[in-house]
C-alpha cells in the first residue's frame, strides 16, 4: 500500500522575514557567526608560528615548510571532508544537532593539537581540527541564513564570514606574547595558543545552546508544530522588546512534507535544474579559496625570507592585513542589499584581482618592502575579503532549501579543494624557493582567478537581495510551486 506524504500549508518563512532586527537575532550571530573567530585564529596562529616550530627546542621535528605546506594542506583537506561528511547530516538530521557536534569536534582536535609530540600527530589532528570546521560551514551557513529576515540577509552573512579576521587579528597578536621566549619557553607557548583557542570554543559552545532548530527545516520534516510554536514564541520576545506589534506576514504556499532527500535528487537540482548557479558557485569558491588558502599560509614566509623581518615580528605585519579584510565586509555589506549581489560580487572580485596584479608588478620590480607590501595586501583584501565573503552567502541562498547545507558543503569543498590543497603546496613551495618571480607567478595566479570570479559573477549572479529565500529558489517539496512574494528592500 502507497502512503501519501502529508501536505501543510505554512507562512513560517514569511513570519520569519517580516520580524524586524532584535536581541533574539543578536543571539543567533554571536552563537553561530562567531565560530569564525576560531577558524581565523587556527589559521593565523600555524602561519605565524612555523617558524618557531622548526627551531631546535620546539618540541616538535617538523620544518617550517612542513606546517605552511602539509599540515596547511591537511587542514584544508580535513575541512574539505568535513563540509561533505556534515553537510549531509545537517540536512537529515536537522542544524541544531550538528552544529553542536562539529564544534565539539573542532574543540578536541585543537587541544588534542596542543599535545602534539611528532610531527605525525600535528598532521592527524590537523586534519581532524579542519573536519570540524569544514562541518561548521555548511551547519551554521544554512542556519543563519534560514533565521536572519531577508532585507539583513546579505550583510549579515558578509560581516559572520568576514568575522573571520578578527580571529586573525587575535592570533597575530597572540603569536606575538607567546612566541617571546622571555615569557615563554619555545615547548610551551605555541601550546598554550591552541589552549586559547579551546577555551574560547567553549564559551561559543555555551551561548550556542540557546539558538534554536531552523523553523525552516522543521516544517518540511514533518514537524511543522514545532516550526510553528517556535516562530510563535520568537514573535512574543521581539514584540515584547519592541512594544509594538507585527505587521501581517504576507505569503503562504503548501509543501508536501518528506524526512529526507537523495543525492539523486540533490544532484539533479543542482546540477540540472540550477546549473548555471553551479557554475557561479564554483567560479567564486575556486577564486577566492585560492587567493586565500595559498596567501594567507604563506605570508609569514615571505616577510622572513624576502624581508628579513623576524619570526616574532610577524604578527604585527599579518594583524594590519587583517584588519583590512574584517573592514571590507563590515563597511561592504550593506551594499550587497542595497546596490545588489551582481553589481557588488563582480565588482569586488575583479577589485581584487586588479589591485593583485598591480602589487605583483610592484613586488617583482623590487619596489615594496616589508611595510608596503602590508599596505598593498591591506587594500587588496578589502575588496576580496568583501568578495569572498559573498560566495558563502551565494550558495547558501540561491539553491533549495532541501539542499542547502550539502550545496555550502559540496561547492565548500571543491572550490577549496582546488584552491586550498593546491594552493598551500604550490605557494609553500614557491615562496621557499626564494626567486622573486616565483612568488611573482603565485600572486598572478590568484589575481587571475578572482578575476575569473567577478566575470562570471557579472553573467550568472542572481539578484537575490532581499528576496525570501523560497523565492530565490523554490523550495523540492512545494506542492505546487507558489513562491513567496520579495519583500521590500532595506533602508
Not at 620546539?58 to 612542513?66: A, N, V
Not at 615571505?302 to 594590519?320: C, E, K, M, N
Not at 565548500?412 to 618571480?437: E, K, M, N, Q, R
Amino acid at each position: 500500500m502507497t502512503t501519501t506524504a502529508p501536505t501543510i500549508t505554512t507562512s513560517v518563512p514569511a513570519r520569519l522575514d517580516r520580524l524586524p532586527w532584535s536581541r533574539w537575532h543578536w543571539t543567533v550571530v554571536i552563537g553561530l557567526g562567531t565560530v569564525w573567530v576560531l577558524d581565523g585564529l587556527e589559521v593565523t596562529v600555524v602561519g605565524n608560528i612555523a617558524g618557531r616550530l622548526s627551531e631546535q627546542g620546539s618540541g616538535l621535528p617538523i620544518t617550517s615548510g612542513g606546517v605552511t605546506g602539509l599540515a596547511a594542506a591537511l587542514y584544508v583537506a580535513g575541512a574539505c571532508s568535513g563540509a561533505l561528511f556534515f553537510g549531509r547530516l545537517t540536512d537529515l538530521f536537522g542544524r541544531k544537532k550538528l552544529f553542536m557536534v562539529t564544534l565539539a569536534v573542532y574543540l578536541s582536535a585543537t587541544a588534542l593539537t596542543a599535545l602534539s609530540y611528532s610531527s605525525w600527530w600535528f598532521f592527524v589532528f590537523r586534519f581532524m581540527t579542519g573536519f570540524g570546521i569544514g562541518g561548521e560551514y555548511a551547519a551554521i551557513n544554512s542556519a543563519i541564513d534560514e533565521l536572519i529576515p531577508a532585507v539583513y540577509r546579505g550583510r549579515v552573512d558578509l560581516i559572520i564570514n568576514g568575522s573571520f579576521w578578527l580571529g586573525a587579528i587575535a592570533g597575530s597578536l597572540l603569536s606575538i606574547l607567546m612566541l617571546d621566549t622571555s615569557i615563554f619557553a619555545k615547548d610551551v607557548g605555541w601550546r598554550l595558543t591552541f589552549g586559547l583557542g579551546v577555551v574560547l570554543g567553549l564559551v561559543i559552545l555555551l551561548v550556542r545552546r540557546h539558538v534554536p532548530e531552523s523553523p525552516r527545516w522543521l516544517f518540511i520534516h514533518g514537524r511543522s508544530g514545532e516550526a510553528e510554536e517556535l516562530v510563535t514564541e520568537i514573535e512574543k520576545r521581539v514584540v515584547a522588546e519592541k512594544g509594538a506589534e507585527l505587521p501581517p506576514a504576507k505569503g503562504r504556499f503548501t509543501i508536501r512534507q518528506r524526512e529526507s532527500f537523495g543525492f539523486r535528487d540533490i544532484a539533479r537540482t543542482v546540477f540540472s535544474d540550477y546549473r548555471r548557479r553551479a557554475v557561479l558557485g564554483l567560479a567564486l569558491f575556486i577564486g577566492q579559496a585560492f587567493l586565500y588558502n595559498a596567501i594567507t599560509f604563506g605570508f609569514g614566509a615571505i616577510l622572513t625570507r624576502f624581508f628579513g623581518v623576524s619570526t616574532s615580528r610577524t604578527g604585527y605585519f599579518f594583524a594590519v592585513i587583517a584588519v583590512g579584510n574584517f573592514l571590507g565586509p563590515l563597511f561592504l555589506g550593506k551594499l550587497f542589499d542595497t546596490l545588489g549581489r551582481r553589481i557588488m560580487i563582480t565588482s569586488t572580485y575583479l577589485l581584487a584581482g586588479l589591485l593583485l596584479f598591480a602589487t605583483a608588478w610592484l613586488f617583482g620590480s623590487g619596489r615594496l618592502n616589508a611595510v608596503t607590501l602590508t599596505a598593498c595586501w591591506a587594500v587588496v583584501l578589502f575588496f576580496a575579503s568583501a568578495g569572498a565573503s559573498s560566495a558563502y552567502l551565494t550558495v547558501s541562498e540561491i539553491f533549495p532549501m532541501e539542499t542547502r547545507a550539502m550545496a555550502i558543503a559540496f561547492f565548500y569543498a571543491v572550490g577549496t579543494a582546488a584552491g586550498g590543497i593546491s594552493g598551500p603546496l604550490l605557494f609553500a613551495a614557491l615562496t621557499h624557493s626564494g626567486v622573486v618571480g616565483d612568488t611573482v607567478l603565485a600572486f598572478t595566479i590568484g589575481a587571475s582567478l578572482m578575476c575569473i570570479g567577478g566575470a562570471v559573477a557579472a553573467f550568472l549572479a542572481v539578484a537575490a537581495e532581499g528576496r525570501s529565500l523560497e523565492d530565490i529558489a523554490t523550495p523540492l517539496s512545494v506542492h505546487p510551486p507558489e513562491p513567496l512574494p520579495a519583500p521590500a528592500p532595506a533602508d
